[in-house]
């Protein structure tokens, strides 16, 4: 199966990765672990210069498309050989990202993100997708300057979280939403939970 996870800056969604792949490995389950934009050699140039603070004349079309040519060379590379060979994938972030940060959060269009992602995914689309519900108020980022997309401005993030809720509305059945605690260890049971009622994990 492949798994996605998504949310916005600073929901806690590293933390949960990690302790997910800490119970599988304690379980014994194998799974494939990647994330996006990056996971190749391709893939990570790539991120290198979307992140990148000194690139901030990159137009948001050029932004856009180089995500998609990422992921078009992680679908290709990784998830669908690992897919054919009957492995689980976990990914950290995927399409639903550029949609709710690009289409929404840069206001290009969800449409245009889908166009031109389509010939990417190469029909590709996650099983589950797991989204972190935190609105952008309640988050828990710390550094905000981390990195190009970073630091944007709070109304940014507030349209990328409600392009996310919008997507959630179109495909309700693909999504588990997963209110975070502040206990961390309470929000990693709710997703392991979630997932073995999906069939993805044991």
Known sequence: MFVTFEGSEGVGKST????????????????????????TDISEQIRGVILDKSNRAMTYQTEALL????????????IKPALARGELIICDRYLDSSVAYQGYGRELGADFVKGINAYAIDGCMPDVTVFLDLPPKSNWRGDRHADRIEEQPDDF???VYKGYLAEIALSPSRFVRI????????????IIEALKERGAIK
Do not use: H
């Open 67 to 78: 995500y998609a040519a990422s992921r078009a060379q992680l679908v290709r590379e990784v």
């Open 16 to 39: 949960q990765l990690r302790l997910l792949k800490e119970y599988l490995e304690k379980t014994g389950q194998s799974a494939v672990y990647i994330r996006e934009p990056g996971s």
């Open 157 to 159: 993030f507030e349209r």
């Open 179 to 190: 209110k975070p605690d502040f206990d961390k260890n309470v929000t990693s049971r709710r």
